[in-house]
């Protein structure tokens, strides 16, 4: 059986590090994986990340902005995840519809119900097997990401930032069993020998 895992957590946590050092660490077993990201990936999707990060010049509305990231989301489940968990490929994902629900339902102040809705829908029943939450406070996420070009997000306020934080960790707990929560501000060596514990435990079910 395959499985699907997801990376979350706010700006600069460190979830490409560690999806990128667990995609290696499969590979070099040989284990059948695919390492994707959100939104993008597809033609639409990469279409569609270039409205949701890089156009500060038109106005996106947060219920707008919670059907874009659904568009690319739809389209790499059917086009991409759907397909390979079938014929056996593990996928790593580095953001999914968790980064929705922080993002444009606590972040953004969206019905939280109806942000659920609209993801369930694009999800097309794929939930991820393991979600790895890696919480990091806000400063610290941002400032490792300041060497990098700012997008739509970055610029947002603390107070948008500390509610994505806070939405994240209240989506881990009322669902403990997918999600680690793996708090950040450890060195990346330690933070990936967390993850390899559980995914190590996945993999041998
Ligand atoms: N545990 C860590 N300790 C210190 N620095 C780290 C750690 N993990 C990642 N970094 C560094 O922080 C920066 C951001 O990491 P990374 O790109 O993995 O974060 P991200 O969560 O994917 O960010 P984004 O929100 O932009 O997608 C990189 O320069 C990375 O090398
Ligand atoms: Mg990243």
């Known amino acids: 059986m395959s499985f699907f895992i997801t990376f979350e957590g706010g700006e600069g946590c460190g979830k490409s590090t560690q ?5 290696k660490r499969l590979k ?3 284990v059948p994986a695919l390492l994707i990201h959100e939104p993008g990936v597809t033609a639409l999707g990469k279409r569609v990340t270039s409205l949701l990060k890089w156009s500060q010049d038109i106005k996106i509305s947060p219920l707008a902005e ?10 790499l489940v059917t086009e991409v ?3 390979n968990l079938e014929k056996e490929t593990n996928i790593i994902c580095d953001r999914y519809s968790d980064s929705t629900t922080a993002y444009q339902g606590y972040g953004r ?7 659920k809705r609209v993801n369930s829908i694009a999800m097309q029943g794929v939930v991820p097997d393991l979600t790895i939450l890696l919480d990091v406070p806000i400063e610290k996420g941002l400032e490792r990401k300041k060497k990098v070009r700012t997008d739509r997000f970055q610029t947002q306020s603390r107070a948008f930032h500390q509610r994505v934080r806070n939405g ?4 881990a707990e009322a669902e ?3 999600w680690l929560v793996i708090d950040a501000t450890k ?13 190590n435990k996945l993999i041998k079910k």
């Open 187 to 199: 060195s990346k060596e330690a933070i990936a020998r967390i993850i390899w514990e559980r995914v």
């Open 109 to 115: 102040g969206l019905d939280l119900s109806d942000v």
């Open 168 to 171: 994240f960790l209240k989506l």
């Open 81 to 83: 995840i759907k397909p």
């Open 28 to 30: 070099k077993m040989s």
């Open 176 to 178: 403990i069993k997918r």
């Open 66 to 75: 919670l059907f874009l990231f659904n568009v690319s989301r739809s389209q």
């Open 19 to 23: 999806a990128r050092l667990l995609y």
